[in-house]
């Protein structure tokens, strides 16, 4: 025997589709023309930002081209030219017997150790420091000699911690 009622899932889904039928679909115009004036803005300043960088680059690419032609202009003027001449009675150049290595300007240990980076750095802001007073060094130097020891001996009885990170 068959029974003649509707099955309950049949029945849910014919009324979640009634419920969302039924909602009050209000559409903010306002908003949406906001999105709309939003979206167009963004790509018309997408659009000029593209062409201003297109007009630096082209700009600076004919600038960069007429320094170079400028440049082999003048190199092309002066060509074949001899050497200016000396001055009569000027002594004569001095030219080095060998020539000098290359060498950084600050050593290896000052430019990766922080400690004493840091320590060379206050040490010349003090002394800088003196020099605008117009106090002269030598009379403070007993005493920035004890403040420095008494800073070494402080940072000497602390315990040490370990690295404060790790190397790599």
Do not use: W
Not at 50 to 60: G, H, M, P, S, Y
Not at 114 to 135: F, K, M, V, W, Y
């Amino acid at each position: 025997m068959m029974r003649s009622g509707i099955h309950p899932v049949t029945l849910a889904l014919i009324l979640l589709v009634m419920a969302t039928a039924c909602t009050n679909r209000s559409v903010d115009s306002t908003a949406l023309v906001a999105e709309k004036v939003a979206e167009r803005v963004a790509a018309l300043s997408d659009k000029l930002r593209k062409d201003c960088r297109e007009d630096v680059i082209q700009t600076a690419a004919l600038r960069a081209d007429s320094l170079l032609i400028d440049r082999a202009r003048r190199m092309r003027r002066i060509e074949g030219r001899p050497p200016k001449p000396t001055r009569p009675g000027a002594p004569p150049e001095k030219e080095l017997s060998n020539p000098l290595p290359l060498r950084p300007l600050f050593p290896f240990e000052i430019r990766f150790d922080p400690e004493l980076r840091d320590s060379l750095r206050l040490d010349s802001t003090l002394r800088d420091s003196l020099l605008q007073l117009g106090i002269p060094q030598d009379s403070l130097l007993p005493i920035i000699q004890q403040i420095m020891q008494d800073s070494t001996m402080v940072r000497d009885s602390l315990p040490s911690v370990g690295p404060l990170r790790e190397e790599y």
